[in-house]
């Protein structure tokens, strides 16, 4: 679906949405096909543009920024050197065509009916109602909207985003999809400044350039025939390359290809979020050979301590609690001798109770429906995952039940690897989800000691792409500060609300990581005021001495390498040979974020040298 506001239908797609569909397919497939057609029509449609010559500009705004008057003074100024043709896309009505006609410019009307954008389905049909043979430039004029239009792929070259004086001066900090896929800002109505005092072309253009967006910024007004020249030369530079790249047979290329390294770029990500959208979109295969996405640190169940799943496991067996767990937990096995409980998967199918739970709030209720017996919630997580624990121990926790707590900070893990000398990444994508709650500036340290690329992306390809081109083009332009492509979500000193009730229960302490060993504070633990509710210190210690390889990784299992981003999952010796979500050896095939697991449901069944 849109990836922005989840909209997609328009009377040029609709036939495809109300095709049968095969069977099991869900309404997200059904949506994510729709828009993979709509790339295909978008490249069909700039073949065609191609084969001609033309230049096809996207203009996008939201409703009265003045993209007819625009378009208006435009044609009668260039009607001697060049050929235009529109495009208008409306919800209603054919004015916008007959404004254009009345210029003697061939124009073709879209009426949208209710889709709040054109796609690449749309500007075909119109394609074929027009004569474009001899058209130097083709202006699309898209539905007024400063969300949706921006996701889809027309099959144009350009994309200009207007923004009128009349408007806020943080609309490209507001609608951030919208202005970062803009390679020319024009700011419209300047004529109109004399009399505003509200709406600084400064900030504006700061907020653009906060996007990581270098495109050029104009400052003129249509009506008053204010510094257009700067437009048309504008539009001429483009043409003129738009023709030189059809001479040489080449099409115009996505702005992460046109950056163009001669080394491979390594590009680290935290995040088991992102790593699944990474696998699952086919960005690695999409994107140019030499970036390399690595995924890293992201997965809370792969660091987990492997003793204290082992004791999680005996509290249940032993101690008789109740133990609930996230689901991806259970299956995680531990080091034991053949024939033994070796998860708690097993221990539950041995008789002890193990509950999976979706939230710290089902294992309160547990408790609350269980007053006579001991509960213990076995939480392991990064920030976001604590946070809700944090909240349960401020706000009151039932009595019967305790914690025990796999609670793990995600910066200290990518500082221990910059700190080691051999990080090995040239930039970092960092958590967007840790960023809502911890705020964006914890990963200044990132560019502010280590002078290595940084920008804080949400789980959308959108939010990804455009942290990857943002941290790219820093180390093509020698620039380095940290981009917030989640700017939606992650705000400055994330939320406020949830760090304090983190403050006010657990302290950061030294923490293990498993198969990487201790990382200075990197883990949380009980306060101890809530001393009570701390199953490390409620319950006996089950840890075993004779126990072989006890908190080690199982022979063979590489996911501590993994996990350090040092190798890529079909790297390791056993993936899909002994290691497979149905037969897991290490942690990293069992979590849902764990990055093996994510490439084996992603389909890699190859295995890699390492
Ligand atoms: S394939 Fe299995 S054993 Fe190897 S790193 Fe991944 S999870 Fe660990």
Known sequence: MCDTCGCNLTPGNKHLAFKPV???????????????????????????????????????????????????????????EFTCAVIEGDLETENDAERIRAKGVQAHQIVTGTACHLDAHLVHDALHHMALDGVDILFIENVGNLVCPASFDLG?????????????????????????????????????????????????EAHLRNLANPAPVMRLSARKELNMEAWYAWLREQLATQLARVAQGQSRRPKIHALEF???????????????????AGLRGALPKWIELVPGPGCPVCVCPEEVVYQAMQLALQDRCILVAFGDMLRVPVNVKKGEVRSLAEAQAAGADIRPIASPLDARKIALDNPERPVVFFAAGFETTTAPVAAMLAEGIPTNLSIL???????????MLLDSGTPGFDALVAP??????????????????????????????ESLLASFYSVLRQLKTGERFLDNCYREVAHPGGNPTARRMLEQTLDVVDANWRGIGIIPNSGYALKPAFAKHDALLLYP???????????????GCDCAQVVLGKI???????????CTPRNPVGPCMVSDEGACRIWWAGGVRVVADA
């Open 262 to 280: 001669d080394r491979t770029v390594k590009i680290l990500n935290v995040c088991g979020g992102h790593e699944r959208s990474i696998t699952h």
């Open 156 to 204: 144009q070259h350009l994309n200009v985003t207007l923004l009128s004086v009349t408007e806020g001066d943080d609309k490209p900090a507001k609608y951030p999809v919208m202005f970062r896929a803009a390679d020319a800002m024009l700011l419209t109505k300047t004529d109109l400044l004399a009399v505003l005092d509200d709406f600084d072309p400064d900030k504006a």
């Open 568 to 578: 890529y999952p079909n790297q390791c010796r056993i993936y899909g040979l002994a």
């Open 432 to 461: 967007g989800h840790v960023s809502t709650i911890m705020g964006p500036e914890e990963w200044s340290f990132v560019v502010d000691r280590h002078e290595i690329p940084a920008a804080v992306a949400g789980f959308g390809t």
């Open 22 to 80: 095969a069977k099991g397919a869900t309404a997200v497939s059904v949506l994510k096909g729709l828009l993979a057609k709509n790339d295909d029509q978008a490249a069909h449609n700039r073949e065609h543009f191609d084969k001609r010559g033309i230049l096809a500009i996207n203009l996008m705004s939201s409703p009265g920024s003045g993209k007819t008057a625009l378009l208006e003074a435009t044609l009668v100024a260039l009607k001697d």
């Open 405 to 415: 707590l796999s609670g793990r900070l995600t910066w200290p893990a990518v500082a």
């Open 541 to 555: 210690d089950h840890s075993d001495p004779t126990r072989r390889r006890a908190g080690e990784m199982p022979p």
